[in-house]
């Protein structure tokens, strides 16, 4: 089956700083997702971009397709930003192992 | 965006005893929703998909027994985790896809945390 690989798996910033999660695929994938789950569990929906760019606010991604991957941006980081970022794709929606990551105030 | 609800939120049961998980889309209709599993710091591990007015298709590894899944109509899914013990102590998440034109957008129920006595 198809493999999710996202990177980096951990990242500690500060607060307003910027930073891009990656997501790589083994295969193509059809309807590509990102999401921030919550310290409560809650899943997110962030964006649904199987391809080109999208953007919300501070948050913007960009899949490119034919090369199997995708970036999330987050700009001036927040607090409530902290969380696990999860990229996931496939009819099955297979999910990447996260990255997690901490803002500091 | 489309919503899907889970209950319960939590639950805490005793060894041995049967424990069921309500997923439901509230706002558009799902012939298939699906159940993951998550361990603590952890991916979504997908374990079945659940089908509407069929038998569900469970992941490799799944037990079927004990994990009974039932699509009872085309807004509602649940999930029976039968002779719970603690082992099965995760928080189980569903998700269901909305789907327009191309578009197929999975939203996701709010979890339900299993603590098994």
């Known amino acids: 089956g198809i493999q999710v690989e996202q990177s980096p798996p951990d990242l500690i910033l500060q607060e307003g700083a910027n930073s891009t999660l990656r997501c790589n695929f083994s295969?193509?994938?059809?309807?590509l997702q990102w999401f921030h789950q919550n310290p409560w569990g809650q899943l997110i929906n962030l964006f649904y971009?199987?391809?080109g760019t999208k953007q919300n606010g501070r948050l913007s991604a960009t899949t490119v397709a034919t090369e199997r991957y995708s970036l999330l941006y987050i700009s001036s980081s927040q607090t409530t930003d902290s969380g696990v970022y999860f990229c996931a794709g496939d009819d099955k929606i297979i999910f990447g192992k996260g990255t997690r990551l901490h803002i500091l105030p | 965006g489309a919503v899907v609800s889970q209950h319960p939120s939590w639950v805490i049961c005793k060894s041995g005893t049967s424990v069921k998980i309500e997923c439901r889309s509230l706002?558009?209709?799902?012939?298939?929703m699906f159940w993951y599993r998550q361990f603590p710091k952890q991916s979504l591990m997908l374990m079945a998909t659940?089908?509407?007015?069929?038998?569900?298709?469970?992941e490799q590894g799944v037990e079927k027994d004990k994990f009974l899944i039932n699509h009872a109509s085309l807004t509602l899914s649940t999930l029976t985790v039968t002779s719970a013990h603690p082992e099965d102590s995760s928080f189980y998440i569903c998700?269901?896809?909305?789907?327009?034109?191309?578009?197929?957008?999975?939203?996701f129920g709010e979890g339900s945390r299993l603590t098994v006595l």
């Open positions: 295969d193509s994938v059809n309807n």
């Open positions: 971009i199987p391809s």
């Open positions: 706002d558009f209709q799902a012939t298939t």
């Open positions: 659940s089908n509407e007015g069929s038998k569900a298709t469970y």
């Open positions: 998700s269901a896809p909305f789907r327009s034109g191309a578009l197929r957008e999975l939203f």
